[in-house]
Structures are given as structure tokens and as C-alpha cells.
């Protein structure tokens, strides 16, 4: 054993320290042992959910699914962790808890889930795209895991992971969070930075009058270049949007700004020279509004009054000079400025969006030269900016003083939490408590605390950032439009549960065992569906000229999977694309002509090259070869409606949708009944209405006002109405007939598992490995060699995650946290180790690296979106450039049919 753990190599712990050595008895270290159980784990898994694929798998789970083979005990469940996870936290849910084992799981679940899985409806392979089946089984085999890893303890219980003192980011203070993307400029988003530095006003002559206009200024600076500035009106804003929609089409935009003509007020300490300046940016805002504002003599107005009217001559603003002038300065068009930067700075997130003609034109073409009067405007903004940067530091910084005030009373309230049932407790409490000063005094502290968050949040949101004056006018106008007290009355007087019990008896009788109304609306749409893929199928036929060959396609589209398996499998062998697989398979009728393959061979090779190089001469063998492509996702995506349409027509599938709105609808209908819930509606719109008031007084607030009475403003905004929602929620739970308390016991039940681990007992690994070793399945020498290797690779995955992230938070000028406040919870309090959530975020960001959002490519040209695809592969590569490869291993492979034996025993309780 010495001998062994001398020779074996020691990897740095992250914190320059040698890995600990194995224990006394024991061949494995800790770490080794942690991270040979999350390999074998993370396999099983993978595998597991791959399985669920098969019609057959549900057959072979176990209770409460029946199965052909006779019953299936736990320990010899070919799925042991899924059918844990479903025995003990999906199945006694406690809206599921009252489902029936034969009814409901074998006749209707299980009868629905085999049907779908028997029409194999298409995988992404098939579609060419990400689809959302795929995406969603990627994130539930990444949380499986994490909660597997975590749950299940090992039984020596010197268990370790990697960890790095480094890992703790850099803290800068909560208020600097997300204000640096509002500085006026050194702010570069892919390449651009971009500010709406000032705005002037503009005169057009429209037959005989002359029409302003005010038009913004935005300074722009690309890679290091010498900035320079061009001035837009907002029609051209509209413009770019449109001309982006069309470029990209199906690209999901921001939406435009709604046209903003307010100004904002501002007080500065300079010499009236300095005042009569700043006002160049003003002179055609209306002048009688601004003269009320500023208490500017009536002598003046009328000089100022005519000055306006000659200005109209010109195209740019003149300078406005008077010596009354107050301190007091009106920005122009203020509000729309910032949320027209804010709108610019969202668009160009996205590369492609950065990169692309029409932004490039925008942002560039018929630059201007600023005049001295709106250099003196630009700085006025910058200087506001600043002004603004700071007061919200200072708000966050109150705000977070008066939190961590809290700090001890909020450790408390954590532990109470985090100790056995300790959710149970809180809601126990919020039940039987009638008001909040009947509260513990921790849960008082806890409700003080959330007061301050929930007013920090709300000032974030609308007055904090550039687009808050979109936003809060958005919500402002939802708020007058809601009809508060006509749905009061409706939910008063009318019974939901008979109301929507008429409407299911409504959609899905079945008069003489005809379909029902809902499946005939289903259909419908399906079969609109299908006719518009064969209109579409119609057109490419006809181009392709070939019906041999489109009929080869179809017959596949409609082949058995095992077919269509080998075939893709021949495509990846030969690295060939499928559509040559296909045409080229005798597999599937009929056999093609010497001059079909000729062509089919051709046009492949006109397709990369076109797709490679943009060559005129091959273009038309290349989109002849794309025809081809969009007619097999076209056939790929008749089919699926067909299949989804047979689906829709089963008998099973109207009762499993009627079984699962009552099983859920049923016992909320009754809480919110019994619970009054339609006098809360009247407290939400008092709430709309006090908080549209304390916002828009401290928009109206000068720059000089104490950050103290801003923060206080919004915490005696919530302190007012804070008793009307604990009213809610003591309600609710005093009315819910034990669900809200089956809901928390069903919560901790998942907590205990991830902080104890199953009832079963733990993996004893260092036996399963000594075991095989002893007995010749495996060489331990080798094993020992990849499993040091994969903790290597797991070093360095997460130091290569670490700096990558530094980077991109240095570039975008960000820190970790987005609110002010303390942090209460921490993974571990609720069993889940750092370190494991850490590595579930370098898997996440890795897999959703390659998602972008869907374009409708089937309206595009088929070369681009071929070239778009493989730029937008190697975006990715470049993305992950430098990420560590993790190791091929097969030693340790064959101790997964042992360790699965062990991890059956283990969860079979």
C-alpha cells in the first residue's frame, strides 16, 4: 500500500497544497473517490434518460408502471436512479399523490407515453436544429446528476472535491453592480462602443414651413479607433429595426423605445454664462413650458420668442444667452436619450446583430461635427450620467448599510431554515399568525429585510437603468388599462371550479364517440400544418426535377428508426452528408442510375465549395443540392405533424389531459375560493397606484436630494403595504386544506435526501474498487491513471471557467451580485456542495454556448444558412479555445455493471 501511494502522482489541490493521501486501509483518496463516483454516476444517468427513449422503458421501471416481464423489484430496476427520483419525489407530489396506480400511471400515463415514443418523432440530428426535446433532456441529465453526486454520500466519508481559494471573484461592492453599463463612453459591446452623447434639433422645410425635429447624437468609437460622432432621428432608430428584422429574419429584437418627449430637470452649481449655454440644446422645445420652468422674465420670453421662430432657418439650434436665467437646466428629450442608448447597447449584445450592414451604416454613415454649443450639451449629459452613477452608488449603499444591519438576525433566520423541517416551521408560523407583529421576532427581522430588498428591486428597475422610463411608462399603461374592479366582482360571484368544469365538458365531449371539440381544433391546426409543408414540398419538387430521388427522401422521412439508424450511422462512418447516405442506400427503394449518384455526387460537391467559397460557377449544382436538404427537414417535419396528429386522435390522450387539469386545478380552485383571493386584487391596484406615485416623485427629485429619502421613500412604499400581502399569504395557508403543508413536507423530504443521502446507506467505493482490483476485472494501476486523470481535468476545466469569467467580467465592467443585500443562502446549507454546483455551471454555460435565438431559416437562402451554421460552429469553437479535453478513460468503464448492483441496493428502499 505505501509503496502504491508513493508512486501514485499528487495533483495541487488549488490552493498550492499536495492532495491529501489516502486514508488507512483505503487505496483511494478522497478526491479520487469523489470523482470515480460522479464518473460512474454521470454515465448511468446519461444513459438512464437515453433509455426513456425506448417504448419499452416503462415496462422495465418498476412500480407503478405495469410490464410484461411480471413485476419488477427495485433492485432489479434497469433505471434505479430515475425510479427513485420518481418514487420518492415525482409520485408523491402532492397534487400526485392522489393519482390512481391503474387508472391514472398504467392506463393513461403509460399508454401515452409508449405511443409517443413508438412514433420516434424526429431528433435534431434529423432537423438540422437544436430542438427542444433535446435541450430540455440535456438540462434534466445535468441536474440528475448534480443531485445524485450530492445526495449520495460514499461511505468512507472522507469524500473531497476540488476547490480554489481563488474561485471567489474579486468583490467590488454591490453598488457597483451593473452601473457601469450606463457610463457615457469605454463601454465596448462586440467591438462597438456607443454612447447617445447629446441631442440638438433640426429644421426641414416642408412646402413652406419649416418642421423641428429633434435628433440624437451618438458618439461612436470602433476598436480602438478615433471616435466620431452621427446624429439620428428617432424615425431612423425605426428604421434600423426594420432593416435589422429584415436582414435576420426571425431574429428576436428588443423592442423599439415608444417616442418619449420629455425632458429632465437638473441643478447645477455654475455661472449664468454656463446656464445661457446649456439651453442650445432647448430652443425649439416648447418655450412657454421651459420659460414656466426656468422663471424667466417676461421680457426675456418674448426675446426668447423670437430667436425660436429665426431658428427655424436653420439646421442646427442657436445659442439661446440670457442672464436670469436660474440655476436649474432642462435637458432635452432626456428620458428618450437614455432609453434610446439602452436600446442600442441591447441590440448590440448579439454579434451577429453588431456585425451586420445595417448597424454598421447607422453607426457610421454621414458623420457629423459637433459645434460648440453641443460639445457644451455633450457634457452637460456626460455630467448628468455621472451625477446619476453616483446617486444610485449611494442608494445601493444605504440600502446595503441598512441590510447588513440585519446581518444577525438574518444568520438565524438562515439556520432556522436550514435545520430539519425548517420550512415546515416558517409556514406553520405564517399560518397561524395573523399579522406580522405577531411574528417571531427572527421572522420579524426576515420580513424587515425582504422590505429593503423588494424597494432596492424596485428602484433598479424603474429609475435605475437607462431603459427604466420605458419600462415604468409600459407598466404604468398596463396598470390604467387592467379593469381591477370588474375581474373583483367576476371572481367574486362567479364559481371557477363549475366554470371551467363546463368549459372541459364543452371541449372534449365526445357525442356518440365522435371526437371532441378540442381534438377537432387540434387537428385543424395539425392538418393546416401539413398542407403547408406540402405546398412547400410541391415547390422544391418541382426544382429538383427528379421524382426518383424526392421519393427516396420521403421514404425515408417514413422509414422504421432502425433504418434510418444505419443510414445516419453510414453517414458519419463514410463523412459524408445524410442526403448522399440516403440516395446512395439500397436500404431504401428505389435503386438510383448510375447519372442519379453522378449528379447526387456532384451537387455535393458544388454545395461545400459554394458553402465554403462564394463561387458563381457552382451555384447552381450547390442549390440543387440544398433543395435536396430542405426537402428531407420538410418531409422530416410532415411526418412529425402526422404522427403528432395520430397522437391528438387517440382516446387516452383527451383523458390523460382531463385527469392532469383536474388532479392540479381542483385543489387550487378550492384555496383561492375559500381564501377570498379577490379582495387582494383591490390591495394590488392601491399598491400600483402608491408606487406610480412614490416613482414618479423621485424622477421629479433634483440631483441634489439625500439618497436617504429616496431609499426611504421606497422602503415606506412597501412598509404600507407589506400587511395586505402577508394578508394574502396567511389566507392562503390558513385555507388550504393541508396543501401548502404537504408541499413543504414534500421539499424537505428532497432536503433530507440531498444533506443525508437515501435510506439505503452509502457507496462504500473504495470496497467496489478493491473488490474488482483484487479479482482481476480491472488494472488498478491503470484505473489509478484516469482517475488522476479526469481530477486533472477538472482542475483545469475550472481554472480555464475562472479566468474566462474575470475576462468577460473585466470586458463588460460587471460583478457577481445584481441587487443590494446579504446573501442568506448558501448550496450547501441545503446539501448541495459548491464545488458540484460550480461544475453544473461550466456544463450549462458549455451546452447553451452553441444556442442562439431561432431564426426561420427555411425562408432563407440554403448556402447561407449552410454558412451561417459553420461560422456560427466555429463562434463556438472559439468560445471554448482553450477549454481542457477531458480524458478518454475505459479502465474505470468496467466497474459501471458492479457499481450500478451497488447503486440499486443503495436506492431500492
Given at each position: 500500500?505505501?509503496?502504491?501511494?508513493?508512486?501514485?502522482?499528487?495533483?495541487?489541490?488549488?490552493?498550492?497544497?499536495?492532495?491529501?493521501?489516502?486514508?488507512p486501509?483505503?487505496?483511494?483518496?478522497?478526491?479520487?473517490?469523489?470523482?470515480?463516483?460522479?464518473?460512474?454516476?454521470?454515465?448511468?444517468?446519461?444513459?438512464?434518460?437515453?433509455?426513456?427513449?425506448?417504448?419499452?422503458?416503462?415496462q422495465?421501471?418498476g412500480?407503478?408502471?405495469?410490464?410484461e416481464?411480471?413485476?419488477?423489484?427495485?433492485?432489479?430496476?434497469?433505471?434505479?436512479?430515475?425510479r427513485?427520483?420518481?418514487?420518492?419525489?415525482?409520485?408523491?407530489?402532492?397534487?400526485?399523490d392522489?393519482?390512481?396506480?391503474?387508472?391514472?400511471?398504467?392506463?393513461?400515463?403509460?399508454?401515452?407515453?409508449?405511443?409517443?415514443?413508438n412514433?420516434?418523432?424526429?431528433?435534431s440530428?434529423?432537423?438540422?436544429?437544436?430542438?427542444?426535446?433535446?435541450?430540455?433532456?440535456?438540462?434534466?441529465?445535468?441536474?440528475?446528476?448534480?443531485m445524485?453526486?450530492?445526495?449520495?454520500?460514499?461511505?468512507?466519508?472522507?469524500?473531497?472535491?476540488?476547490?480554489?481559494?481563488?474561485?471567489?471573484?474579486?468583490?467590488?461592492?454591490?453598488?457597483?453592480?451593473?452601473?457601469?453599463?450606463?457610463?457615457?463612453?469605454?463601454?465596448?459591446?462586440?467591438?462597438?462602443?456607443?454612447?447617445?452623447?447629446?441631442?440638438?434639433?433640426?429644421?426641414?422645410?416642408?412646402?413652406?414651413?419649416?418642421?423641428?425635429?429633434?435628433?440624437?447624437?451618438?458618439?461612436?468609437?470602433?476598436?480602438?479607433?478615433?471616435?466620431?460622432?452621427?446624429?439620428?432621428?428617432?424615425?431612423?432608430?425605426?428604421?434600423?429595426?426594420?432593416?435589422?428584422?429584415?436582414?435576420?429574419?426571425?431574429?428576436?429584437?428588443?423592442?423599439?423605445?415608444?417616442?418619449?418627449?420629455?425632458?429632465?430637470?437638473?441643478w447645477?452649481?455654475?455661472?449664468?454664462?454656463?446656464?445661457?449655454?446649456?439651453?442650445?440644446?432647448?430652443?425649439t422645445?416648447?418655450?412657454?413650458a421651459?420659460?414656466?420652468?426656468?422663471?424667466?422674465?417676461?421680457?426675456?420670453?418674448?426675446?426668447?420668442?423670437?430667436?425660436?421662430?429665426?431658428?427655424?432657418?436653420s439646421?442646427?439650434?442657436?445659442?439661446?444667452?440670457?442672464?436670469?436665467?436660474?440655476?436649474?437646466?432642462?435637458?432635452?428629450?432626456?428620458?428618450?436619450?437614455?432609453?434610446?442608448?439602452?436600446?442600442?447597447?441591447?441590440?448590440?449584445?448579439?454579434?451577429?446583430?453588431?456585425?451586420?450592414?445595417?448597424?454598421?451604416e447607422?453607426?457610421t454613415a454621414?458623420?457629423?461635427?459637433?459645434?460648440?454649443?453641443?460639445?457644451?450639451?455633450?457634457?452637460?449629459?456626460?455630467?448628468?450620467?455621472?451625477?446619476?452613477?453616483?446617486?444610485?452608488?449611494?442608494?445601493?449603499?444605504?440600502?446595503?448599510?441598512?441590510?447588513?444591519?440585519?446581518?444577525?438576525?438574518?444568520?438565524?433566520?438562515?439556520?432556522?431554515?436550514?435545520?430539519?423541517?425548517?420550512?415546515?416551521?416558517?409556514?406553520?408560523?405564517?399560518?397561524?399568525?395573523?399579522?406580522?407583529?405577531?411574528?417571531?421576532?427572527q421572522?420579524?427581522?426576515?420580513?424587515?429585510w425582504?422590505?429593503i430588498?423588494?424597494?432596492?428591486?424596485?428602484?433598479?428597475?424603474?429609475?435605475?437603468?437607462?431603459?427604466?422610463?420605458?419600462?415604468?411608462?409600459?407598466?404604468?399603461?398596463?396598470?390604467?388599462?387592467?379593469?381591477?374592479?370588474?375581474?373583483?366582482?367576476?371572481?367574486?360571484?362567479?364559481?371557477?371550479?363549475?366554470?371551467?368544469?363546463?368549459?372541459l365538458?364543452?371541449?372534449?365531449?365526445?357525442?356518440?364517440?365522435?371526437?371532441?371539440?378540442?381534438?377537432?381544433?387540434?387537428?385543424?391546426?395539425?392538418?393546416?400544418?401539413?398542407k403547408?409543408?406540402?405546398r412547400?414540398?410541391?415547390?422544391?419538387?418541382?426544382?429538383?426535377?427528379?421524382?426518383?430521388?424526392?421519393?427516396?427522401?420521403?421514404?425515408?422521412?417514413?422509414?422504421?428508426?432502425?433504418?434510418?439508424?444505419?443510414?445516419?450511422?453510414?453517414?458519419?462512418?463514410?463523412?459524408?452528408?445524410?442526403?448522399?447516405?440516403?440516395?446512395?442506400?439500397?436500404?431504401?427503394?428505389?435503386?438510383?442510375?448510375?447519372?442519379?449518384?453522378?449528379?447526387?455526387?456532384?451537387?455535393?460537391?458544388?454545395?461545400?465549395?459554394?458553402?465554403?467559397?462564394?463561387?458563381?460557377?457552382?451555384?447552381?449544382?450547390?442549390?440543387?443540392?440544398?433543395?435536396?436538404?430542405?426537402?428531407?427537414?420538410?418531409?422530416?417535419?410532415?411526418?412529425?405533424?402526422?404522427?403528432?396528429?395520430?397522437?391528438?386522435?387517440?382516446?387516452?390522450?383527451?383523458?390523460l389531459?382531463?385527469?392532469?387539469?383536474?388532479?392540479?386545478?381542483?385543489p387550487?380552485?378550492?384555496?383561492?375560493?375559500?381564501?377570498?383571493?379577490?379582495?387582494?386584487?383591490?390591495d394590488?391596484?392601491?399598491?400600483?397606484?402608491?408606487?406610480?406615485?412614490?416613482?414618479?416623485?423621485?424622477?421629479?427629485?433634483?440631483?441634489?436630494?439625500?439618497?436617504?429619502?429616496?431609499?426611504?421613500?421606497?422602503?415606506?412604499?412597501?412598509?404600507?403595504?407589506?400587511?395586505?400581502?402577508?394578508?394574502?399569504?396567511?389566507?392562503?395557508?390558513?385555507?388550504?386544506?393541508?396543501?401548502?403543508?404537504?408541499?413543504?413536507?414534500?421539499?424537505e423530504?428532497?432536503?433530507?435526501?440531498?444533506?443525508?443521502?437515501?435510506?439505503?446507506?452509502?457507496?462504500?467505493?473504495?470496497?467496489?474498487?478493491?473488490?474488482?482490483?483484487?479479482?482481476?476485472?480491472?488494472?488498478?494501476?491503470?484505473?489509478?491513471?484516469?482517475?488522476?486523470?479526469?481530477?486533472?481535468w477538472?482542475?483545469?476545466?475550472?481554472?480555464?471557467?475562472?479566468?474566462?469569467?474575470?475576462?468577460?467580467?473585466?470586458?463588460?465592467?460587471?460583478?457577481?451580485?445584481?441587487?443590494?443585500?446579504?446573501?442568506?443562502?448558501?448550496?450547501?446549507?441545503?446539501?448541495?456542495?459548491?464545488?458540484?454546483?460550480e461544475?453544473?455551471?461550466?456544463?450549462?454555460?458549455?451546452?447553451?454556448a452553441?444556442?442562439?435565438?431561432?431564426?426561420d431559416?427555411?425562408?432563407?437562402?440554403?448556402i447561407?444558412?449552410?454558412?451561417?451554421?459553420?461560422?456560427?460552429?466555429?463562434?463556438?469553437?472559439?468560445?471554448?479555445?482553450?477549454?481542457?479535453?477531458?480524458?478518454?478513460?475505459?479502465?474505470?468503464?468496467?466497474?459501471?455493471?458492479?457499481?450500478?448492483i451497488?447503486?440499486?441496493?443503495?436506492?431500492?428502499?
Open positions: 500500500m505505501t509503496e502504491m501511494q508513493s508512486s501514485d502522482p499528487t495533483f495541487p489541490n488549488g490552493k498550492g497544497e499536495a492532495e491529501t493521501p489516502a486514508p486501509g483505503q487505496i483511494l483518496t478522497g478526491k479520487q473517490e469523489h470523482y470515480l463516483k460522479r464518473e460512474l454516476i454521470a454515465r448511468q444517468v446519461r444513459d438512464e434518460i437515453s433509455e426513456l427513449n425506448s417504448p419499452t422503458a416503462l422495465r421501471f412500480a407503478p408502471f405495469r410490464s416481464f411480471g413485476e419488477v423489484a427495485p433492485v432489479d430496476s434497469e433505471l434505479p436512479i430515475l427513485y427520483i420518481f418514487v420518492h419525489h415525482v409520485r408523491n407530489f402532492p397534487f400526485l392522489k393519482a390512481r396506480e391503474k387508472e391514472f400511471w398504467q392506463d393513461k400515463l403509460q399508454v401515452f407515453l409508449e405511443s409517443f415514443a412514433k420516434h418523432v424526429s431528433s440530428e434529423d432537423r438540422l436544429e437544436e430542438t427542444k426535446r433535446r435541450k430540455l433532456a440535456r438540462k434534466c441529465e445535468k441536474l440528475v446528476e448534480l445524485m453526486v450530492s445526495g449520495v454520500p460514499t461511505a468512507s466519508g472522507y469524500e473531497e472535491r476540488i476547490q480554489f481559494s481563488e474561485m471567489e471573484v474579486v468583490e467590488r461592492g454591490a453598488q457597483d453592480s451593473g452601473l457601469l453599463v450606463n457610463i457615457p463612453e469605454g463601454n465596448a459591446i462586440n467591438g462597438w462602443d456607443v454612447n447617445v452623447a447629446a441631442v440638438r434639433t433640426t429644421s426641414v422645410k416642408r412646402t413652406v414651413r419649416y418642421h423641428s425635429h429633434a435628433e440624437f447624437i451618438i458618439r461612436v468609437s470602433r476598436n480602438g479607433k478615433d471616435e466620431h460622432h452621427v446624429g439620428r432621428r428617432y424615425g431612423e432608430f425605426v428604421k434600423l429595426q426594420k432593416r435589422l428584422s429584415t436582414e435576420m429574419p426571425g431574429k428576436h429584437l428588443p423592442p423599439l423605445p415608444r417616442k418619449n418627449k420629455t425632458s429632465s430637470t437638473s447645477w452649481g455654475s455661472t449664468a454664462d454656463d446656464d445661457a449655454s446649456s439651453l442650445s440644446s432647448l430652443s422645445q416648447d418655450t412657454s421651459i420659460d414656466d420652468r426656468l422663471s424667466v422674465p417676461s421680457s426675456s420670453k418674448s426675446l426668447r420668442r423670437s430667436t425660436s421662430k429665426s431658428s427655424m432657418r439646421t442646427r439650434s442657436p445659442r439661446a444667452s440670457t442672464s436670469d436665467v436660474s440655476r436649474e437646466t432642462v435637458l432635452y428629450r432626456e428620458e428618450q436619450r437614455l432609453s434610446l442608448r439602452a436600446f442600442l447597447r441591447t441590440v448590440l449584445q448579439n454579434k451577429r446583430i453588431a456585425e451586420s450592414k445595417a448597424m454598421e447607422f453607426l454621414r458623420p457629423v461635427k459637433l459645434n460648440e454649443e453641443e460639445l457644451v450639451d455633450v457634457q452637460r449629459r456626460k455630467d448628468m450620467d455621472a451625477v446619476r452613477i453616483e446617486e444610485q452608488k449611494r442608494f445601493y449603499e444605504i440600502a446595503r448599510q441598512r441590510a447588513a444591519e440585519l446581518d444577525v438576525y438574518m444568520e438565524r433566520f438562515r439556520r432556522d431554515i436550514v435545520e430539519s423541517n425548517g420550512l415546515t416551521k416558517l409556514f406553520a408560523e405564517i399560518r397561524e399568525k395573523p399579522s406580522i407583529p405577531d411574528l417571531s421576532p421572522y420579524q427581522k426576515f420580513a424587515e425582504l422590505r430588498e423588494v424597494a432596492a428591486t424596485l428602484y433598479h428597475l424603474f429609475l435605475a437603468e437607462d431603459n427604466s422610463p420605458e419600462l415604468f411608462a409600459q407598466a404604468k399603461r398596463i396598470h390604467g388599462l387592467v379593469p381591477y374592479t370588474l375581474m373583483k366582482n367576476v371572481i367574486r360571484i362567479a364559481n371557477p371550479a363549475a366554470v371551467m368544469s363546463g368549459v365538458d364543452l371541449f372534449m365531449a365526445q357525442p356518440f364517440g365522435s371526437r371532441s371539440l378540442l381534438q377537432r381544433i387540434f387537428s385543424l391546426t395539425l392538418n393546416e400544418g401539413i403547408d409543408f406540402q412547400s414540398i410541391d415547390t422544391l419538387a418541382a426544382k429538383v426535377e427528379d421524382t426518383i430521388l424526392t421519393q427516396k427522401l420521403k421514404s425515408f422521412a417514413e422509414a422504421e428508426e432502425e433504418v434510418k439508424n444505419e443510414i445516419r450511422a453510414e453517414a458519419v462512418a463514410d463523412d459524408v452528408d445524410i442526403i448522399v447516405a440516403i440516395l446512395r442506400s439500397e436500404l431504401i427503394s428505389p435503386e438510383l442510375t448510375p447519372e442519379q449518384i453522378g449528379k447526387v455526387f456532384n451537387g455535393y460537391v458544388a454545395w461545400n465549395h459554394a458553402v465554403e467559397n462564394v463561387d458563381i460557377e457552382m451555384q447552381q449544382g450547390a442549390q440543387w443540392f440544398a433543395h435536396m436538404k430542405q426537402l428531407l427537414k420538410l418531409y422530416t417535419r410532415q411526418r412529425d405533424k402526422a404522427m403528432m396528429l395520430s397522437i391528438v386522435e387517440e382516446p387516452v390522450t383527451l383523458q389531459f382531463r385527469d392532469l387539469f383536474t388532479i392540479f386545478y381542483e387550487l380552485v378550492r384555496v383561492y375560493k375559500s381564501a377570498n383571493v379577490y379582495s387582494s386584487i383591490t394590488f391596484a392601491q399598491f400600483a397606484d402608491d408606487a406610480i406615485g412614490v416613482i414618479e416623485s423621485a424622477q421629479r427629485q433634483d440631483t441634489s436630494a439625500d439618497p436617504n429619502q429616496t431609499v426611504q421613500a421606497f422602503i415606506d412604499l412597501c412598509a404600507r403595504h407589506e400587511a395586505n400581502f402577508y394578508k394574502f399569504i396567511h389566507e392562503v395557508h390558513q385555507h388550504d386544506n393541508g396543501l401548502f403543508q404537504k408541499l413543504m413536507a414534500w421539499i423530504e428532497i432536503l433530507d435526501f440531498l444533506r443525508n443521502g437515501p435510506a439505503g446507506g452509502k457507496m462504500d467505493i473504495n470496497a467496489l474498487f478493491q473488490g474488482a482490483a483484487g479479482a482481476g476485472q480491472i488494472n488498478k494501476d491503470l484505473a489509478l491513471t484516469e482517475i488522476n486523470q479526469l481530477i486533472k477538472q482542475e483545469d476545466r475550472k481554472r480555464w471557467h475562472l479566468n474566462k469569467t474575470r475576462q468577460k467580467m473585466a470586458a463588460e465592467g460587471t460583478s457577481g451580485d445584481a441587487i443590494p443585500g446579504v446573501t442568506t443562502f448558501k448550496g450547501s446549507d441545503f446539501g448541495l456542495d459548491e464545488a458540484d454546483l461544475d453544473l455551471t461550466i456544463s450549462d454555460e458549455a451546452s447553451d452553441s444556442d442562439e435565438d431561432s431564426m431559416e427555411d425562408k432563407d437562402d440554403p447561407a444558412v449552410e454558412r451561417r451554421r459553420r461560422i456560427k460552429k466555429q463562434d463556438q469553437l472559439r468560445r471554448t479555445a482553450g477549454e481542457p479535453a477531458k480524458p478518454e478513460v475505459t479502465e474505470i468503464l468496467k466497474l459501471a455493471d458492479p457499481f450500478n451497488m447503486l440499486r441496493h443503495v436506492l431500492a428502499d
